[in-house]
């Protein structure tokens, strides 16, 4: 595995436990429909944000290899489109070396 594939793969599992807790946050307290979440690309300088929907969002994370990205934070050489929304895209790990990273560090 490559230093560079780790290192984003650390990315995405860091925002995406930053997400899961602004879900259980928000499902704790929250009354809305939609609530924010950061993009979960694997790019270090990313902070870019959208609105998601609690079942949207409980869809995504029933896989671990599902992300969600803004468009254009999509990396084709290790992942698939899975899902196109307004906002955001749900992209597949398909890199092994990806894939095994996203699997261990889902919750």
Same mark, same amino acid.
């Given at each position: 595995m490559s230093d560079q594939t780790?290192?984003?793969? #650390?990315?995405?599992a860091l925002f995406r436990?930053?997400?899961e807790r602004i879900s259980r946050v928000e499902e704790q307290f929250g009354q809305t429909q939609a609530f924010e979440i950061v993009c979960?690309?694997?790019? !270090?300088d990313c902070d870019e944000r959208f609105q998601i929907t =609690? #079942? #949207?969002?409980?869809?995504?994370r029933s896989? !671990?290899? =599902?992300? #969600?990205?803004? !468009?254009? =934070?999509?990396? !084709?050489?290790?992942?698939k489109l899975v899902e196109r929304h307004e906002t955001y895209l749900v992209v597949e790990k398909t890199d092994g070396a990806a894939a095994e990273i996203a699997e261990e560090t889902a919750q």
């Open positions: 780790e290192r984003i793969g #650390a990315n995405e436990e930053v997400n979960e690309c694997g790019r !270090p =609690h #079942a #949207a969002y409980r869809r995504l896989d !671990p290899l =599902h992300f #969600a990205v803004v !468009p254009g =934070h999509e990396l !084709p050489e290790v992942e």
